[in-house]
């Protein structure tokens, strides 16, 4: 199955689309973006996180470290 949430410039709701998200146990989940990818990581330590265009993942606490990510995060930034 796949599900799909778009914030649509309401950031204040990322962190419930997060939940509806996690809610459904899924096997992963995809962000896009900076603020989406850190909604994901604040609501998970578990399920794996892949994220594209998250611009700094390590300063923003999403990776320990380009070279080795830790955690549930992984992407490209």
Do not use: H
Not at 24 to 44: E, N
């Amino acid at each position: 199955m796949f599900e799909e949430r778009y914030g649509r410039g309401q950031t204040e709701r990322l962190d419930d689309f997060v939940a509806e998200l996690l809610a459904k146990l899924p096997a992963v989940v995809v962000t896009y973006g900076p603020l989406p990818s850190i909604a994901a990581k604040r609501a998970t330590s578990v399920v794996p996180i892949v994220f594209a265009n998250a611009n700094t993942p390590v300063e923003t606490g999403l990776v320990t470290s380009l070279a080795r990510p830790g955690g549930n995060a992984t992407g490209i930034a």
